[in-house]
């Protein structure tokens, strides 16, 4: 589909104006570089969700970076896929970005395990069995360390 089939509503004063252009849409000039980073809790929601707005994005020169925090441990469909199932997803993950426009180098993974993360509630001292990293001896979500 070419992007110029996309069409853009921005309210200006309250006018809608429309447009093919995502740079007049969001108001950004044709020499400002801007970065969009996308983040989402699996690889396939921002797929799904976001998958036009990047392409749009690239097609406008934006330079698309793309955060998946968990490691989709748990979206496996049979038990043999159960231990093989990250590997699987990630390699989803990178096809499916490639076709949108997003490079291998723009996607990045946070790791935290799929269905796990009501343990990480909170910033807490790092323990022993901890399956992330830990950020200066602590672990958690929160706002900021």
């Not at 309210?11 to 801007?34: C, M, Y």
């Not at 699996?42 to 330079?63: C, T």
């Amino acid at each position: 589909m070419p992007i110029d089939t996309f069409q853009f509503t921005r309210l200006d004063h309250g006018k809608k104006i429309r447009t093919t252009s995502l740079r007049d849409a969001i108001g950004v000039g044709k020499d400002a570089r801007e970065t969009w980073l996308f983040i989402s809790p699996h690889d396939d929601d921002l797929v799904i969700g976001a998958g036009l707005w990047m392409q749009a994005a690239i097609e406008a020169g934006v330079d698309v970076q793309v955060l998946v925090v968990t490691d989709g441990r748990m979206g496996y469909c049979t038990l043999g896929q159960r231990d093989s199932i990250s590997d699987i997803r990630r390699k989803e993950t990178y096809e499916s970005f490639k076709i949108l426009g997003v490079n291998e180098k723009s996607i990045a993974w946070v790791g935290y395990p799929d269905g796990g993360l009501y343990t990480l509630q909170g910033r807490r001292k790092a323990r022993a069995d901890d399956e992330v990293e830990s950020i200066e001896g602590y672990v958690g979500l929160c706002n900021a360390f």
